[in-house]
């Protein structure tokens, strides 16, 4: 009995010298949010004649460039204090670029080794860009092997695997804390049109969306969310069939969004529309993006802002007033070798004349001209 006791005793003390460590591990993760300041709103500029605004919310200043740093912090933060994280704890993670950058980041910053399961296809900007952050890249030819790849190499290292695609969508406090839905709202809290007619994203874990369209039913706003989805995913097919176990077998060439599965955090009920947006337009309202603003883009960046734009058109025949808002995810400078490189464009075959032609006759006129086969 007192064997046992002695047991319990020395249980109690090493689980106490754990929780020294993970009051640091969180210490350390709350204060990089407390000392970076929120990302910025931009206007775009359109005329004003329209009555109507677009903001672009400028994810790409965060410490690691990209929307992501959001979902890596609430991911390591969910995990530490779920007690899946140790100190001795290989972090795994099977992603396509940005968050594993960013993951890169955290794990660092509490000291722990980090290893991202990618495509082999992934920019090498991006490689680059974990491996400067402490991180290694594990390369798989078959992007739809990366979640069975990560299981395997956390089970084989002792490690945790982050599985961003389930935990996105309840790792973050969708009902405030300075989530980025919370965050939009309060920057519009000035403007003409402080409650946008839509918020559009595009989806890749699906936690930013799940996120935003929670939030807006919870503070009960008269916005709609919309959903943009490049080619070769599975969302928007999945969505409009209502079938959360859809595939494509296919990777997205548009990284961070897009997957060839619907993912677990993916919620469709609160999302009101989704437009499904070629590569090539994609690419293409990326570029034009970088040219009226000045700021380079990505591509998912592009996405968005074609799906944006598109609304905009629509709320322009009927005759509507108000303001949207969609996200700037990264910078451009990532996709120098791929988005903004023409022979990367050629190689792949294609096109994004014709949606460049779109964007302008838009801009000048208002009219949105769909481009043929489009």
């Known amino acids: ?76 933060l969910y995990a530490l204090c779920n007690g899946w994280i140790h100190e001795d704890s290989t972090i795994i993670e099977a992603s396509s670029g940005s968050t594993a950058v ?70 973050t406090d969708w009902r405030g804390n300075n989530n980025i839905a919370e965050s939009i709202f309060d920057q519009l809290a000035r403007e003409r049109h402080p409650v946008p007619r839509w918020v559009v994203v595009g989806a890749g874990t699906g936690g930013t969306s799940a996120t935003i369209g929670r939030y807006l039913r919870y503070q009960r706003h008269d916005t709609s969310l919309c959903v943009v989805d490049p080619e070769n995913s599975a969302f928007f097919e999945g969505w409009c069939a209502d079938d959360p176990s859809y595939t494509t077998g296919r990777g997205s060439r548009i990284e961070g969004i897009g997957r060839p599965r619907v993912e677990p955090s993916f919620l469709p009920a609160v999302v009101d529309a989704m437009i499904a947006v070629p590569d090539a337009a994609s690419i293409a309202a990326a570029r034009w993006t970088t040219e009226v603003t000045g700021r ?9 802002m074609w799906g944006a734009l598109h609304l905009i058109a629509q709320m322009l025949r009927n005759g509507e007033t108000g303001s949207v808002v969609t996200l700037l995810c990264d910078g451009g400078e990532r996709y120098a070798h791929t988005y903004y490189d023409d ?11 014709p949606y460049l032609a779109t964007l302008e006759k838009f801009r000048a006129s208002g009219e949105w001209v769909e481009p043929v086969g489009s």
């Open 1 to 76: 009995m007192r064997e046992e006791r002695e047991g319990c005793c020395r249980s109690a003390r090493a689980e106490g010298s754990g929780r020294g460590w993970l009051a640091e591990a969180v210490r350390r993760v709350e204060a990089d949010a407390n000392r970076s300041a929120d990302t910025h709103l931009h206007v775009f500029p359109l005329p004003e004649d329209w009555g109507i605004d677009l903001y672009l919310k400028d994810e790409s200043v965060h410490p690691t460039g990209s929307l992501k740093h959001r979902l890596a912090r609430s991911l390591f």
């Open 102 to 171: 960013s993951e890169a980041y955290f794990a660092r910053l509490i000291g722990l080794p980090f290893v991202a399961v990618m495509p082999a296809a992934t920019s090498p900007e991006k490689i680059a860009l974990i491996e400067f952050h402490g991180g290694s890249c594990h390369l798989v030819d078959d992007p739809g092997t990366i979640y069975d790849e990560a299981r395997r190499l956390a089970d084989e290292t002792g490690g945790h695997y982050m599985d961003q695609f389930t935990y996105a969508e309840r790792a």
């Open 296 to 304: 380079k883009v990505g591509g998912s960046t592009g996405t968005s």
């Open 343 to 353: 022979g990367w464009l050629a190689e792949h075959g294609l096109d994004i004349a």
